[in-house]
């Protein structure tokens, strides 16, 4: 497997529920998923005005949730290969530092 990708400057790197995906947040305003079984890339979830500080997989690995210091809160779709953005939170009045879902 070629492992270049991970070498990119990054802000963080998560792992789906089923060890299939990672996403990679980056200081580009972007999401990139990555296939962990041949290190290519599936998709880039752009959409961010400023560097993404945070994503997270939910529970089923059906969504992905990722914040941004341009003060949003994106939800996207994960399954469907294509990063559809799903909804916008707005209204935060600084930068979003972390999201998470809760597997409750």
């Known amino acids: 497997m070629d492992h270049r990708w991970y070498h990119a ?3 963080s790197v998560l792992m789906d529920h089923w060890w299939s995906m990672t996403e990679q ?3 580009d305003r972007t999401v990139r998923m990555w296939s962990v079984h ?3 890339a599936t998709h880039t979830l752009s959409g ?3 560097i993404v500080t945070s994503a997270s997989f939910s529970p089923d690995g059906s969504l992905v949730v990722s914040c941004s210091d341009d003060k949003t809160v994106r939800l996207w779709s994960a ?3 294509k990063g ?3 909804a916008i ?6 930068a979003v530092n ?3 879902f809760n597997s409750v």
């Open 9 to 11: 400057v990054n802000h």
């Open 25 to 27: 947040c980056d200081y």
């Open 38 to 40: 041949d290190g290519k």
């Open 48 to 50: 961010h005005t400023s």
């Open 79 to 81: 399954r469907d290969r």
């Open 84 to 86: 559809h953005c799903i």
């Open 89 to 94: 939170l707005r209204g935060h009045n600084g």
């Open 98 to 100: 972390n999201v998470a």
